[in-house]
């Protein structure tokens, strides 16, 4: 698969030009047991990763509501292990945090060596869902004189610098929106509020942010050629269908593994010497 026709071109992005049931003509059953192999080998290099501690990788997880990205960290990265992972879910800054500048949160949670990160939602939301709500931005305190015309310039090039400094110190940064569309939207809120047990999943505060899907539209268009560069880039994937979602996923992760190409620390020869001597002394044991 070529991951470029997903991968954001920063001079220009609409979504117009993306389908959000795009599937390159495959079918569920054409790629189930290809999830299966990605994730045992998205397995093997977390744990090549984790040895090596020398990078780590964040990924930011971004979307609309209903657009699976619960379910995407749950099948994809199934198959890793706990103690190398961290998931991050961010709602709205709460009073403490509030009392920081937005990214304060996001440095916290970050990634140590060796780990994989994942934000479900993240910093960018600052330059979305603040923006499209000029009431949040109020909201956290400003000092009047820096709530300018320029101000999401700014967080633009702060976004930017900030990703560059995580990559220059050995984090890999992977930016993932899951593209849904408003019918499919509707389709999965329909099926909250029809099943009991999903119940929990739906707000009314969904359908009032449905409302503003082109206003979130012109947010995220600008967010992408904003802040898609090289050493952090954007992909867009196609949402409407959960096990496509779920296979470019896995294949845009493992790229970016296989591209680190982790590696076990090298054995001295004193450690060898020590092997040797502990297997034969439990051989004879």
């Known amino acids: 698969m070529s991951l470029k026709r997903f991968r954001v071109n920063p001079k220009h992005f609409s979504f117009d030009d993306h389908d959000p049931e795009f599937t390159d003509g495959l079918?569920?059953?054409?790629?189930?047991?290809?999830?299966?192999?990605?994730?045992?080998?998205?397995?093997?290099?977390?744990?090549?990763?984790?040895?090596?501690?020398?990078h780590s990788v964040l990924i930011v997880l971004q979307a609309r509501d209903a657009a699976g990205k619960d379910s995407t960290i749950k099948h994809v990265f199934s198959g890793l292990n706990p103690s190398g992972c961290d998931v991050f879910s961010y709602k709205s800054p709460n009073a403490h945090e509030l009392d920081h500048g937005y990214?304060?949160?996001?440095?916290?949670?970050?990634?140590?060596r060796g780990h994989i990160g994942i934000f479900n939602r993240s910093y960018y939301e600052e330059v979305v869902a603040v923006r499209v709500h000029e009431e949040f931005l109020h909201a956290q305190r400003l000092p009047q004189e820096l709530i300018t015309n320029d101000i999401w310039d700014r967080r633009f090039a702060?976004?930017?610098?900030?990703?560059?400094?995580?990559?220059?110190n050995g984090t890999r940064v992977v930016k993932v929106f899951l593209n849904v569309s408003k019918k499919e939207q509707r389709k999965r809120f329909l099926e909250r509020i029809h099943d009991p047990r999903k119940h929990w999943k739906f707000s009314t505060s969904d359908l009032e942010e449905r409302e503003l899907w082109k206003e979130y539209d012109h947010a995220f268009e600008e967010m992408f050629v904003r802040t898609s560069t090289e050493h952090a880039p954007w992909y867009v994937v196609p949402a409407d269908h959960k096990w496509y979602t779920r296979h470019v996923v896995a294949q845009i992760i493992n790229s970016v593994l296989e591209d680190i190409?982790?590696?076990?620390?090298?054995?001295?020869?004193?450690?060898?010497?020590?092997?040797?001597?502990?297997?034969?002394?439990l051989e004879k044991d």
């Open 103 to 112: 990214l304060w949160r996001h440095f916290r949670d970050l990634p140590q």
């Open 261 to 281: 190409n982790p590696q076990f620390p090298p054995v001295t020869p004193q450690q060898v010497d020590a092997i040797e001597k502990a297997r034969a002394a």
């Open 158 to 168: 702060e976004i930017n610098s900030f990703e560059q400094y995580l990559t220059q």
């Open 27 to 54: 079918k569920h059953n054409d790629v189930t047991g290809k999830l299966e192999e990605d994730i045992e080998t998205m397995a093997d290099l977390q744990e090549r990763l984790y040895a090596e501690r020398r």
